[in-house]
């Protein structure tokens, strides 16, 4: 097995782990764990990419390396973000869950989820 | 080979796809530098002239019969980005000009800077918010890369989370946070697919992918993933349960501008995605697949908005629904069919109809509960007296959500129904029948308490002023139903099945 292929099965492995955990796990601070899991598993994918591109000829196609660095900056964003909610909600109401609903919502939404 | 060279010269006139996008940008820049007081100012001034820029791009493509083409630096793809225009991007750019100009105007009064004080944090925050939204709107219209469509996606969340909870009350903290999981894991499974495209085809350009496009397992998995991502973003039925929370907290502008665009930029997307990018593909079962999640959004949409006690959750409920309808675009409007056309352009006018109807419905929702101090249904008896006008627009409003002549909403639904006949699709029909009476009930539930002679006692005098705001909106969703054949042959200008080769 060469490099390429561990790094993508990694990869896969990151975007299972992370898909698995953002949707059974309730808690917001878990699930902002596992979308960056999530992100991770994709970035290496990106690298993986990147290093195809050289098998191919191109040397160390640059694209991707690119688009990995504007995934990270948008990922820690959107984690900066996240906590920031978080952190509020948990001045405003002491709990940190998304389960503890406001019984008004609770009641239109019981037949999806 | 034509096709694919002419895409990738810059037209006449694509210089001002560039200034739609700076010119919002500047005015979250310059906002930031002068503050709170002349953060609304910068808003209010250049969302005319975006107006206009959005209006001078529409001009172009009218005249030329062609979509506008701007090479970002001079750089052709794939190593350089491109925006493009066609109708459909032209239509999109005006009504969101028009929408957040008077959802502007209508906030002036919810976000002033108090006197004495140069900046207060909520109309700081919400005025910025605003026009960085509206930017990120723009790059999604115009944006000719997968990847840079990835990226205007994020600006367009992080700016909507925001706007959800900038009275800081616990309901709405939870309601942004349900939706930033909800954006997030839309945009981590879009990434993905687009990783997948890059990794198979070495282009992200939508132009140089649909010709290098060929059915393989990557390619699925891809349009898989993106497509499940971008329909968690449009909150598609059952991936809906953030939306009404969320749309029906935020303050009243913010949630006619997410009712009224936001979503419809993750739904832009994947038209472009399906009609673009992938249609040389065999793509009935996928599109099967889409109409019938929309389907079940209309009538499960639909229940759920009759059984709202409150009046915004009511419309918020209300766009799951109209939502739904936009899907059934899918497999009317696929392939070369005599039929594709009128689908493409009901598609495309309930996309707009939708948009203008919904944010008056919502802005004059948000003046009921602020003249009220309170939006429950049960609580609307005899505001016809009192606030005639805001009855008004929800009527006109609700006429094009039902689907009634004259409206924006008529027209979309009867080309959609009428294609979906005309292609022997009837299933899709009696959907469209079934939503119209549904959306009917809602819409009397409202309706009805609002005309029983009763008294109410109001917290606030009734504002004539920003009624009127609502009631242009609300006019706009009813003028769409008048629309020229002309109009409906500018929303084919671009459209990949035209230019197609067979």
Not at chain 2, 76 to 101: E, K, N, Q, W
Not at chain 2, 253 to 268: G, Q, R, Y
């Amino acid at each position: 097995m060469n490099t390429a292929s561990l790094a993508g099965i990694t990869g896969a492995l990151l975007v299972g782990l992370g898909l698995f955990g953002l949707v059974t796990n309730p808690r917001p601070l878990r699930k902002l764990l596992a979308f960056n899991l999530l992100g991770s598993g994709v970035f290496l994918l990106f690298g993986v990419l990147a290093r195809r591109g050289a098998a191919a000829g191109i040397a160390a196609d640059p694209v991707p390396q690119a688009m990995v660095i504007t995934g990270i900056v948008v990922a820690f964003s959107a984690t900066a973000l996240a906590v920031a909610l978080l952190l509020r909600l948990f001045e405003e109401t002491g709990r940190s869950t998304l389960r503890a609903d406001p019984p008004s919502k609770a009641a239109g939404d019981g037949s999806g989820a | 080979m034509q096709a694919i060279t002419t895409a990738l010269t810059a037209t006449m006139g694509g210089l001002l796809l560039a200034l739609a996008i700076i010119l919002p940008v500047a005015g979250v820049l310059l906002s930031f530098v002068l503050g709170g007081r002349a953060a609304e100012r910068i808003a209010l001034y250049l969302m005319p002239a975006g107006l206009g820029v959005a209006a001078m791009i529409a001009l172009g493509v009218w005249r030329s019969g062609a979509p506008l083409v701007y090479l970002l630096g001079g750089w052709p793809p794939p190593l350089g980005i491109a925006l493009r225009a066609d109708g459909f991007s032209a239509v999109m750019l005006l009504t969101t000009a028009l929408v957040i100009l008077c959802a502007g105007l209508f906030a002036r009064a919810n976000f002033p800077t108090p006197a004495g004080v140069n900046e207060a944090r909520a109309p700081f925050a919400f005025w910025i918010l605003l026009q960085g939204l509206w930017a990120a709107l723009n790059m999604v219209f115009l944006g000719g890369d997968l990847f840079n469509l990835y990226v205007a996606l994020e600006l367009l969340t992080f700016a909507a989370v925001p706007l959800v909870c900038l009275d800081g009350r616990a309901e709405t903290l939870l309601a942004a946070l349900r939706y930033l999981v909800f954006a997030l894991f839309g945009s981590v499974l879009y990434l993905l697919g687009a990783a997948l495209l890059y990794g198979a085809y070495g282009t992200l350009d939508i132009g140089l992918l649909s010709s290098r496009i060929s059915a393989s397992p990557a390619v699925w998995a891809a349009a898989a993933l993106m497509t499940t991502g971008l329909l968690a973003k449009t909150a598609l039925f059952p991936l809906h349960l953030w939306l009404p929370p969320a749309h029906a907290n935020a303050p009243a502008a913010a949630s006619a501008i997410l009712s009224a665009l936001v979503v419809k930029a993750s739904f832009f997307i994947t038209v472009r995605l399906w009609f673009d990018v992938l249609p040389s593909l065999p793509v009935e079962t996928p599109a099967a697949i889409l109409a019938t999640l929309g389907s079940l959004a209309i009538l499960f949409g639909s229940v759920l908005a009759l059984r709202q006690e409150r009046l915004k959750l009511l419309i918020a409920y209300s766009t799951v629904a109209q939502i739904g309808y936009l899907f059934l675009m899918f497999p009317l409007a696929a392939g070369l069919h005599p039929w594709t056309a009128d689908a493409w352009s009901g598609g495309v006018l309930q996309t707009l109809s939708h948009a203008f109807a919904k944010a008056a419905m919502f802005l004059a929702a948000g003046l009921v509960a602020e003249t009220l101090g309170h939006d429950r249904i049960s609580g609307l008896r005899g505001l016809g007296k009192v606030m005639p006008m805001s009855v008004f627009v929800l009527g006109l409003g609700g006429l094009s959500l039902m689907g009634l002549p004259p409206s924006g909403g008529f027209t979309a639904k009867w080309l959609l129904l009428m294609a979906s006949v005309r292609s022997g699709q009837w299933p899709w029909a009696i959907v469209m029948l079934a939503g119209g009476l549904l959306a009917g009930g809602y819409v009397y539930r409202v309706l009805a308490p609002a005309f029983a002679s009763a008294d109410l006692s109001l917290k606030a005098p009734a504002p004539r002023n920003r009624e009127r705001i609502a009631l242009a909106l609300a006019l706009c969703a009813i003028l769409l139903g008048f629309a020229p054949s002309g109009f409906f042959a500018f929303l084919q200008i671009g459209r990949p099945a035209l230019t197609a080769i067979p």
